[in-house]
């Protein structure tokens, strides 16, 4: 009780005190009270299993000359989660597993950052929040709305690669900043790697900032060597280290000593941009951000703010319940923070990311991060096919509605926008972007008919334009003429061609493409190089509309039974192309079972049974040999389907259906003219 009276005595009295002292101290102290304290429980409990926390008491204030705030960018898979992997373990943080920041499942699956993570560490009596990124174009909006949060940023390049197209995204978003980078060459200890193709690739991230228009200051780049891997990094070229230097402190103390301590003012009232959002069971909404100014304490009250082109407008009013802070990989819950540190509060359930928090008396909203438009969109709407509602739980328009606005209020570059009859238009990056969004919502227990991606145009002085990306294609010889000439189809202009340095037999073509050409491609990419090629692409301007592709697909196989699939339907129709279903598998008139060898659809009947009589036996059926099918998944039915067509969505299966599922409504729709 006693604890307890003195804390808030002191709360109370600090924040008067803390103009006259903020240039000197490190840490504002509490009077060194009881650790039993009820009201600590949870913040010491924290801290003891932490041993790298620097909070010796709840309700310290850290000094902003002691703060870093930093983001680690890259190109996807040039080793930014592992490198975070290394540097939480250098500084004491337990790592339950390998990847430990990548806590969503279809992370864990497919190997790749979806969504941003901030976390914190304590080196050297400093305190360094950490941002994790997405290396995907796709999720580039991931990349744009946390680099308002920190100083610096720790560019990652593969030094066997070198700088690609997504290199160039995220370090233009960082410089248009104000970023102070730092350049680590990552995977140095590659046989292929050496001191000559190091010097070469910091000549091309060179070249790199200079076109993206860099600072004088932005220039000045120190250049680190590493090995994520295994776990060290050097300031000088090598390639095994002493054994006392394999760590990453280093890289740690270039980090304090390159980027600059966060500009802010512990007097000024409580400012704070939302960054980030999440939903807990508990306490609601949590909103995280860093605090441009101020103190936030528990028990202050706040209001969101959002500016609209009217003015400022009050969102909410409430009081802060919970202030919690990543330290490693858990959460600590602190009773305060001051300006710039990267903290998540709980207590307002209607502000969103891009709005600001502020005290009760700041009337004025803080400048909200500028996302790219999206440039492809698909159509979202009601599963109508005649499986529907075996599988999912939600099924209505108002259901998938509700998840979609849940879903683009917590992803900014995900705009939803109602259409017709209980359907939504999704706007977004690209097919990945949105593939996952509908996998996620599959595994929710969701059920749907998704459109295929259709691409925005813009319309600028009477002329159509259209979104052009970057491409980095790296195959082997023998590919190169396949990979051409598909791309060429598929209006795809070469700007760049040589060989890969340090491996032999194998070249990278550098072109740009429509967005629409490269729709589906990837799996024909995998296909055509046997899984041997890297294709990484970046979104790089909208440009004059380069025509009408070439032809990219086959017609399809169209069932006009319903019923159960047999082997011995299937038997006679593999002749007609390729088959996307297996016997057993249940079809319906208008599903789409499988790939034409002709350029037309085919209407086939994949139900149909064997005539029972006295000279032909049941059991013949079991001598059938089929060749396996092609058993499509998502992504691959996400670049596959034509305009004509839908995807539906269930927990169980992913089918490709016919918009119109009516053979003599097909018929009449085909005869009209396309858009």
């Known amino acids: 009780m006693v604890g307890s009276l003195l804390y808030s005595l002191w709360s109370t009295a600090a924040r008067k005190s803390i103009s006259s002292s903020s240039s000197s101290f490190k840490y504002l102290k509490p009077f060194a009270l009881p650790r039993t304290a009820a009201a600590f429980s949870s913040s010491t409990t924290a801290a003891a299993a932490s041993p790298s926390i620097l909070f010796d008491s709840p309700g310290g204030v850290v000094d902003p000359n002691r703060l870093r705030n930093v983001a680690v960018i890259a190109h996807v898979d040039h080793g930014k989660t592992t490198l975070m992997d290394r540097l939480l373990r250098q500084c004491g943080a337990d790592i339950p597993h390998e990847r430990a920041l990548d806590s969503i ?48 940023a720790i560019l990652v390049v593969d030094a066997g690669e070198g700088p690609l197209a997504q290199t160039k995204f995220v370090l233009a978003k960082a410089l248009k900043y104000g970023l102070r980078p730092l350049l680590l060459l990552n995977k140095v200890d590659r046989p292929s790697v050496t001191e000559e193709r190091c010097n070469e690739v910091e000549s091309l991230v060179f070249d790199l900032f200079a076109n993206l228009g860099a600072t004088e200051e932005q220039l000045e780049f120190p250049v680190l060597y590493a090995s994520a891997k295994e776990g060290w990094a050097s300031s000088t070229y090598t390639k095994n280290p002493p054994d006392d230097a394999k760590n990453m402190s280093e890289l740690l103390d270039a980090i304090v000593r390159h980027v600059h301590p966060p500009t802010a003012s512990l007097d000024a009232p409580f400012q704070m941009l939302v960054s980030m959002m999440e939903r807990d069971n508990y306490v609601g909404r949590i909103l995280t951000g860093r605090i441009y100014s101020g103190i936030l304490q528990v028990g202050d009250k706040v209001h969101g703010l959002n500016s609209t082109d009217t003015g400022v407008v009050k969102i909410e009013e409430g009081k802060v319940v919970k202030l919690m802070k990543k330290k490693g990989t858990t959460i600590i819950s602190v009773d305060t923070a001051g300006a710039g540190d990267i903290v998540s509060m709980a207590g307002l359930n209607n502000p969103a990311i891009g709005h600001t928090i502020a005290s009760v ?76 969004l509908i996998e996620n919502m599959r595994r929710e227990k969701f059920e749907l008919s998704v459109s295929p ?14 979104p052009i990306e970057e491409v980095t294609v790296e195959v082997n010889e023998e590919h190169v003429g396949l990979v051409m000439e598909a791309l060429s189809h598929r209006r795809g202009e070469i700007t760049d061609m040589g060989p890969v340095p340090g491996h032999v037999g194998r070249t990278r073509l550098c072109l740009t493409c429509p967005s629409r050409g490269l729709v589906g491609y990837r799996s024909v990419f995998n296909s055509v190089t046997r899984g041997t090629g890297f294709m990484h692409r970046a979104f790089l301007s909208y440009e004059k509309y380069r025509g009408p592709l070439g032809n990219v697909r086959k017609g399809v196989l169209v069932s006009m039974g319903f019923g159960t699939i047999t082997a011995h339907a299937l038997m006679s129709l593999e002749a007609r192309g390729m088959l996307f279903v297996k016997p057993g598998m249940e079809a319906y008139d208008g599903m789409i079972i499988g790939e034409h060898s002709r350029d037309s659809d085919l209407d086939v009947n994949p139900v149909r049974t064997k005539e029972l009589n006295n000279i032909r036996a049941a059991s013949k059926d079991e001598n059938v040999k089929l060749t396996p099918p092609r058993l499509i998944n998502l992504e691959e039915a996400i670049g596959y389907v034509a305009p004509d067509e839908l995807i539906e969505v269930t927990p169980n299966a992913i089918r490709l259906r016919k918009k119109y599922m009516d053979v003599n409504k097909r018929k009449t729709m085909s005869k009209k003219p396309r858009e």
Do not use: C
């Open 361 to 436: 008396e700041v009337m004025t909203a803080l400048p909200t991060v500028v996302l790219d438009p999206p440039t492809i969109s698909m159509t979202f709407g009601v599963n109508d096919s005649p499986l529907a509602g075996r599988d999912g739980i939600y099924l209505t328009g108002r259901q998938i509605g509700d998840r979609l606005m849940a879903e683009a209020e917590r992803n900014l570059a995900i705009n939803v926008l109602p259409s017709m009859s209980e359907s939504y238009e999704v706007l977004g990056r690209g097919e990945l972007q949105l593939g996952i």
């Open 105 to 152: 499942s279809l992370e864990r699956e497919r190997g790749i950052t979806i969504s941003s993570k901030v976390t914190g560490i304590s080196w050297k009596e400093h305190e360094l929040n950490m941002v994790d990124t997405p290396g995907h174009a796709d999720f580039g909006g991931e990349v744009e709305r946390v680099v308002g949060m920190v100083e610096g």
């Open 453 to 466: 991606p259709r691409v925005m145009y813009k319309t600028e002085k009477g002329q159509k334009l259209e």
